[in-house]
């Protein structure tokens, strides 16, 4: 079993519709919690950043983290066409950004 | 400011070559990283660097080879390679201790047939 877990999807939603997605993991220990957006081609770029439990806005991004559920969410509002892309979770026991442990991605469709 | 660069972009070897991916980085950063991409896998850390001279492995390391002489660069070195090192690689750089500062570099498409 994987320690991250994400539903690859394709996820198919309307322009302007909320996009949801999530993750769910296995180690309690992770602490820092990651959204990367990727476009086809290209390296991960770092969306959202998120320590412990809560939520965390910026935007029409929305990041929540559920520790007791050992769940994250994703949540992304008034959706474009530019959105489409494949999005990943990541996490860390620290905040040393030198290993972090990744899901396998759910790519987005955002059609007009 | 280039960031993290990454060549070459496209590569095919036959099994058994041997092969470096470069890395480098202009932002100064101590920590950098080398991850390998598979379908539906997600990113998994091949090994990282804290400082120069100071490697370690990472979750999947086995057939691969690095060093850090310098801040800036951190190659990777295929020993050997074989087919199931087909994979796209990324480099990535962070300060310390920087969780949200990491960057990513463009990949490297390698193919071993």
């Known amino acids: 079993q994987k320690e991250v877990e994400q539903d690859p999807g394709p996820l198919s939603v309307p322009e302007g519709a909320i996009v949801s997605l999530n993750c769910t993991y296995s180690?309690?220990?992770?602490?820092?919690f990651m959204w990367y957006r990727q476009y086809s081609r290209k390296g991960p770029e770092l969306l959202m950043y998120?320590?412990?439990?809560g939520n965390k806005e910026d935007g029409r991004f929305t990041a929540q983290v559920d520790k007791s559920s050992k769940y994250i969410s994703l949540f992304i509002r008034d959706s474009q066409p530019s959105d489409s892309a494949t999005y990943l979770c990541a996490m860390s026991l620290k905040a040393a950004g030198n290993k972090l442990t990744f899901g396998g991605g759910t790519r987005v469709l955002v059609k007009p | 400011n280039a960031g993290v660069t990454q060549t070459p972009k496209f590569q095919v070897l036959k099994t058994g070559q041997s092969m470096t991916l470069q890395c480098a980085q202009d932002m100064n950063h101590e920590y950098m990283s080398w991850y390998r991409q598979d379908p539906g896998m997600g990113l998994r850390l091949i090994h990282y660097s804290v400082g120069a001279g100071i490697t370690d492995q990472g979750e999947v390391p086995n057939g691969y080879n690095v060093s850090r002489s310098t801040t800036e660069d951190f190659p990777l070195r295929l020993l050997s390679a074989a087919p199931s090192q087909t994979s796209v690689y990324f480099c990535?750089?962070?300060?310390?201790?920087?969780?949200?500062?990491?960057?990513f570099g463009e990949g490297s498409w390698l193919t071993v047939v």
């Open positions: 180690n309690s220990a992770f602490q820092y």
């Open positions: 990535a750089s962070s300060q310390v201790p920087g969780v949200n500062t990491i960057y």
């Open positions: 998120t320590y412990s439990s």
